[in-house]
């Protein structure tokens, strides 16, 4: 696991950086202030030893750490290793801090656990401009204690872009639609410090430079990112040698357009405008598409910011109407979220204040669209989803209807797109509310369902039925998953007895989206989590604890639906286990079909053959004799996959997992 800077550099500016209280005796280099700042030269390497036992955690980062720090006087591509650091550091920061206190950070995505050799960390960051940097070792579980760190510096290789400093800006042709030009910033270099923009300041030592002519006393500036590119852009008019500042855009976080509403221009002026990376470095993504925009032509809707949400009551329907004709994909969406497609859309958007079901309607569009979303945004660029429940072309004049389930209330984007000529012209889109059922009773984790433990050859036969249908969120992101939408949360609680393990059979149903989490109390610590699992859950636990289980469908990714849960235990100690020495199955790998033979005891027997749902596929109730063999007739029947076969008798139970080919 590494440890990224999350979720952007600019949060950490908000931080007061106080010296922690000492309990205990800290390395020297505990905090920022007692690093030793080395010299870095072209071609050299630094070395740097020592122990991150007792280190604490000096700014927030959610892990102790010590520092180093080393200092440039030109670019340069920097590797900072942990190789032959023994034992080895499973875990590592992979960043650069600007400043102690902290002003700021050079992230990567370029890092490997293989360079090494040994299994430690190599992190690397290209075009590193002059500087001092300092170098967060952690020390967490599996990485801390004794550690020996190497610091390389060789001259930058890649060449600035063509348009690194206003002189070389690439010349923009406004239009009346986005044409968005893609503009490669690899190892581009500081022409302008940084100025303040929307209360914060920006590292500019990787700005790149555009040019346009304006066409209209209104211009709107795009630009879109990459993934893990954060954007400034500043706006200029004048010349290269006196620049005068107009406007800035500094609104969203990394791989998030930005746009420059600009007003007041003088046609036939030549303005200029550059982006840059918020963060310090070169960031770990490295291109952006930018364009000019003559307003007039695209629908007043073409952009999610620019819609106002419209209040939705249930029994008040909404109308909505426009054309997609003209509709651009600019700043529709965050990068690489659902939306993020490539779609031309449009926008309308509605502020629900209580659990709805949505009926989204095209009847009545003049000419029949063929294809329509079926994603609500609940955020502006559009990012997380509400996934449809329902869908059908059952308008009469052969438009579509789209049906969303236990919708929470809050405020949804609807997207309207421009997926071709069958969707491109007038539309009309009616949004029709209906009130939520009551959610369940076990919705809030206060009210959990008591969770009973069973044999494992009672389950799923004992199986409790639960549904998140009409759920409501009771807690937040859980340890293995996150979202950006709403989770439908339902809870289970079970006491562990004097077991040690507990293995919970869950057979998703309807669900689309389904995950578990088992957990110590209410808001305790996790000890399970997974989302989609697809085997029985296998917890270790505590003898005579309390555990809840919740039970949940993240709406990002898709609805609730109707469940089974059950929940088995170690055998009681009535029941000892039969020794495996006595007992044969064979074939095993299998075809299906299997003989059971045993050496020792014999007696009524309960055999049944779970698959790894937690399901009960087959059970008989037979008598085996001592010494005898038993077959089970399930030649050419099963599925291919793996099975346990269990056989409980009077004194004792048996357990063996069969390959079914």
């Known amino acids: 696991m590494n440890h990224n800077y999350l979720p952007d550099a600019r949060a950490i500016v908000l931080m007061a950086i106080a010296v922690p209280m000492i309990s205990m005796a800290q390395p020297p280099n505990d905090l920022c202030s007692g690093a030793v700042i080395e010299p870095l030269a072209n071609g050299a390497t630094v070395t740097r030893t020592g122990d991150s036992s007792g280190a604490t955690d000096e700014v927030g980062f959610g892990a102790p750490q010590v520092w180093e720090a080393f200092s440039t006087v030109e670019c340069l591509d920097v590797t900072v290793d942990l190789c032959g650091t023994s034992p080895i550091f499973n875990d590592s920061f992979i960043f650069l801090v600007i400043g102690c206190p902290i002003t700021n950070t050079v992230n990567t995505g370029d890092f490997n656990q293989i360079e090494c050799g040994d ?66 910033v690899a190892a581009a270099t500081e022409s302008l410090p940084g100025g303040l923009c929307n209360g914060f300041t920006g590292d500019a030592n990787d700005d790149v430079w555009f040019s346009f002519v304006a066409a209209s006393a209104e211009q709107t500036i795009a630009v879109e990112p990459s993934s893990a590119y954060n954007a400034v852009v500043d706006l200029y008019e004048g010349d290269c040698q006196n620049l005068i500042a107009l406007a800035c855009a500094n609104d969203n976080l990394a791989g998030t357009g930005e746009t420059i509403e600009a007003t007041g221009l003088t046609v036939g002026n030549t303005y200029y405008f550059r982006v840059y990376d918020w963060s310090s470095g070169q960031a770990p993504t490295t291109q952006v598409s930018v364009c000019v925009i003559t307003p007039g ?3 007043p809707n073409d952009l999610c910011m620019d819609v106002l949400p419209e209040n939705l009551q249930v029994g008040t329907p909404l109308s909505f109407s426009g054309t997609t004709v003209g509709a651009t994909e600019l700043i529709d969406a965050a990068a690489n979220s659902t939306l993020d497609d490539g779609v031309p859309k449009v926008w309308h958007a509605f502020t629900t204040v209580e659990c709805t079901n ?11 669209f063929d294809e329509v979303y079926g994603f609500l945004s609940t955020s502006c660029p559009g990012d997380g989803v509400q996934v449809f429940s329902g869908f059908d072309f059952s308008c009469g004049d052969g438009n579509a209807e789209v049906a969303y389930a236990t919708v929470p209330a809050g405020t949804y984007y609807m ?14 889109v009616t949004v029709v509310a209906t009130a939520c059922p009551p959610p369940p009773s076990n919705d809030d984790c206060a009210n959990a369902t008591q969770l009973p433990l069973n044999l494992s050859l009672d389950c799923p036969a004992n199986s409790l039925p639960g549904s998140t249908i009409t759920a409501t969120q009771d807690a937040g992101d859980p340890g293995c998953e996150s979202a950006s939408g709403t989770y439908q949360d339902v809870w289970y609680t079970f006491n562990a007895g004097p077991n040690t393990s507990v293995t919970i059979n ?29 085997a029985p859950a296998v917890i270790a636990v505590d003898p005579n604890t309390d555990y809840v289980v919740r039970v949940y469908s993240n709406t990002e990714f898709g609805a609730g639906g109707e469940f089974a849960i059950c929940a088995t235990a170690d055998f009681p100690t009535s029941i000892q286990p039969l020794s495996a020495e006595g007992w044969q199955v064979y074939p095993n790998p299998t075809n299906g079909g299997m003989t059971l033979t045993n050496i020792g005891l014999g007696g009524p027997a309960h055999i049944t053959l779970v698959d790894m749902v937690g399901r009960a596929v087959y059970t008989e109730r037979s008598t085996i004799l001592a010494g005898a063999s038993h077959t089970l007739p399930l030649q050419g029947q099963l599925a291919q996959g793996v099975y346990s076969l269990q056989v409980v008798l009077p004194g004792g139970h048996w357990e063996q997992r069969i390959v079914v080919r």
């Open 297 to 299: 032509s695209a629908p």
């Open 415 to 428: 997207p309207v797109g421009q997926f071709g000529p069958g969707s491109t012209g007038a539309y009309s």
């Open 506 to 534: 869950f057979d998703p149903g309807t669900m689309s989206s389904w995950a578990l989490v088992v957990s110590l109390g209410c808001g305790g610590a996790e000890v399970y989590c997974e989302a989609d699992p697809l």
């Open 119 to 184: 299994g430690n960390v190599t992190i690397h960051f290209m075009n590193l401009p002059a500087g001092t940097y300092y170098f967060p070792v952690i020390a967490t579980t599996g990485a801390i204690g004794p550690y020996t760190l190497h610091i390389t510096g060789t001259a930058c290789a890649t060449p600035p872009p063509m348009n690194d400093d206003c002189l070389g800006a690439t010349m923009l042709t406004p239009d009346v639609v986005c044409n968005a030009v893609v503009s490669e």
């Open 358 to 368: 949505l009926l989204i309607s095209y009847c009545g569009t003049p000419t029949p």
